[in-house]
């Protein structure tokens, strides 16, 4: 069985509540229940802090075992050179997802640091974007 990981960064806990128009008003362990039954051939892992460091903890802690992971990094994907560092430090592969397209919001978002260190990038496709990148990851896609 193919073990993913989920990696959420700050505010993402709030899916569901925050900004209904923009993430949609399910949240995220309704979701990832949800792609639990969707990928039932799958392990697949949930973890989300608001803090840069715990994130970097969780990428060290499961990037050797895990098959793939799936990285939102909120606000830190334009900031954080250590999540950059810590995913290019990994064996397993990542693919970075925005909720909301970060092209059409503000001009500091448009450029993520963490997109080096991937295998790709979905954005702008609602929740459904960590699925494309659980398919991607599982070689469905």
Known sequence: MKHIEIIN????????????????????????????QRFA?????????NIEGELIDRIQQVGFSADGLVINAGGYSHTSVALHDALAAVAAPAVEVHISNIFAREDYRHHSLLSSACRGMVCGLGLEGYALAIEALSGRK
């Open 9 to 36: 960064g700050p505010n993402l806990n709030l899916v569901g509540v925050r900004e209904p128009e923009v993430y949609g008003s399910v949240s995220m362990e309704q979701f990832v229940d949800s792609l639990r």
């Open 41 to 49: 051939d799958i392990e697949i892992g949930y973890f989300q802090s």
